[in-house]
């Protein structure tokens, strides 16, 4: 199995924006979202997604913090063909408007109107605890 750095990982997500959160609903049953990078893609093994208190995710997460990411991107990290990012993690729910300026980026005023001061607006952290790739038969692991 190969093994490839975080740095390795953060390059080939930052093509990416749309990442899968998956997540335990309330009958335990997997539910799956897509959420936007939004262009905070310099990857060190946390992820960052902003939404509504009123989500599902968000009560889904505060039952169980254990989520799962997974990403598809058209470039390969060893052959040029697709990659599949599966980014096993636990989800942390922040509600500090500081926190929310250092991920804010300009393209998140089409979906929050009010910037950082959006009401009910909470941001995700997913911290990775394990990180597998699939690269055109080649499969491992990243380097935490």
């Known amino acids: 199995m190969k093994r490839i750095s975080i740095s390795e990982v953060s390059e080939k997500m930052s093509g990416i924006d749309i990442a899968i959160l998956s997540t335990h609903s309330e009958n335990g049953e997997i ?3 897509p959420m936007s990078n939004n262009g905070d893609v310099k990857y060190n093994g ?10 599902l995710c968000i ?27 599966a980014v096993e993690g636990l989800a942390e729910l ?3 408007k500081a926190a929310f300026q250092q991920h804010w980026t300009p393209d998140l005023d089409s979906w ?3 910037g950082v001061e959006t009401p009910n607006l909470v941001l995700i952290k997913v911290k990775a605890k394990r990180i597998k790739f699939w690269d055109h038969g080649d499969e491992g692991e990243a380097v935490l």
């Open 31 to 33: 539910a799956n979202r």
């Open 46 to 55: 946390d992820s960052y997604f902003f939404t509504y208190e009123e989500a």
């Open 59 to 85: 009560s889904d997460i505060e039952r169980d913090p254990k989520v799962a990411l997974s990403y598809s991107g058209k470039t390969g990290i060893f052959t040029g063909t697709g990659v599949y990012i």
């Open 94 to 96: 922040i509600r500090d």
């Open 112 to 114: 929050f109107d009010q």
